[in-house]
C-alpha cells in the first residue's frame, strides 16, 4: 500500500531519486576533498572511509524507509491532534502502529546506494572480507537499526510531556554525525557520541567489524546496548501513555 501510495505522484519519485544521488555523490565528494590532503584520516584509509560512508547510507536509507515516516510526525499529529486514538482502539501493539505502521519504499533506494559504496570500499581495500567479519556487520546493522529506532521512540515520547517540543531537526543534525569515524572528534563528544547518544553504532562499529573482523567484547556490549535501549524504549512508552488523555479531553 505505501508503494502503490508513492508511486502515484511521479514527479516525486523522480526527485526523491535524484535527492538520493545527490546525497550520496556529497558524501563522497567530501571524502574524496579529505584524501586529497592526506592518506590517513584518524587511521582510515580511503578505502575504509568507503564502507563507512557506505554503511551509514545503508541504515540512513532504513530509517527513512520505515522509522521516519511514522516518528516524525508523532508529536504534533498523535499527540496534539490525539490520532493517537486510533492506534490504541486496534488489536495490535499500540508502539509498533505508531513507531512502524507506514513504510516509504523509496528511500530504499539509499540503502542500495549505500551498498553499492560498500563494495566500491572493498574492492579497493584489497581483500574480501572474513565470514566472521561479515555476519559481525550484519549484526552490528541490526544493532545500528535497533538503536536507531530506539532514539526515534525516545524524541517521540517527549511529546506526552512536552506536546509542542519538536527535536526533528535536532535529531536530524545529530545523525549526520555518525557519517565520520567516531575517533575524529575530541574525548567529550566522542564518549557522548558512544555511551549517551550512540552514534558510534550507527556506522563506525559495523563498518570495523567488516574490514576487521569479529571482535567479541564489542558484540556483546552492542547487543546488550540495543536490548537496554528498546527496553528503555518500551518503559517511556507506557509511562507517556499513562499521561496521554486523547483528542476529546
Known amino acids: 500500500m505505501s508503494l502503490r501510495r508513492t508511486l502515484a505522484f511521479r514527479a516525486n519519485l523522480f526527485f526523491d ?13 567530501s571524502v574524496l576533498v579529505v584524501f586529497t590532503q592526506t592518506n590517513s584520516l584518524v587511521g582510515w584509509s580511503r578505502a575504509e572511509a568507503f564502507v563507512l560512508i557506505g554503511t551509514f547510507q545503508l541504515l540512513t536509507g532504513l530509517k527513512g524507509t520505515f522509522i521516519d515516516p511514522n516518528l516524525s510526525w508523532f508529536p504534533e499529529n498523535a499527540v496534539r491532534n490525539g490520532k493517537l486514538d486510533t492506534y490504541l482502539l486496534q488489536p495490535a501493539p499500540s508502539l509498533f502502529l505508531a513507531s ?17 559504496v560498500v563494495g566500491v570500499g572493498i574492492s579497493e581495500y584489497g581483500h574480501l572480507p572474513s565470514l566472521s567479519g561479515f555476519l559481525a556487520w550484519l549484526v ?45 572528534y575530541r574525548r567529550p563528544l566522542r564518549l557522548l557520541l558512544t555511551y549517551v547518544f550512540p ?38 512508552w507506557r509511562l507517556g501513555l499513562r499521561r496521554y488523555t486523547g483528542a476529546t479531553s
Request: glycine share 10%.
Open 140 to 184: 552490528l546493522l541490526a544493532v545500528g537499526l535497533v538503536i536507531t529506532w530506539t532514539l526515534g521512540v525516545l524524541f517521540a515520547c517527549l511529546a506526552f510531556w512536552a506536546p509542542r517540543l519538536q527535536l526533528d531537526v535536532f535529531y536530524g543534525s545529530a545523525w549526520q554525525l555518525a557519517r565520520y569515524p567516531v575517533a575524529i
Open 199 to 236: 552514534m558510534a553504532l550507527i556506522a563506525t562499529q559495523p563498518a570495523g567489524a567488516l574490514l576487521h573482523g569479529l571482535r567479541p567484547m564489542v558484540m556483546v556490549g552492542s547487543v546488550a546496548g540495543a536490548a537496554g535501549s528498546a527496553l528503555l524504549a518500551l518503559i517511556c
Open 100 to 116: 512502524l505502521a507506514m513504510s516509504s519504499p523509496l528511500a530504499l533506494l539509499q540503502s542500495w546506494l549505500g551498498l553499492a
Open 17 to 29: 531519486v535524484v535527492l538520493a544521488l545527490i546525497g550520496v555523490g556529497a558524501a563522497l565528494t
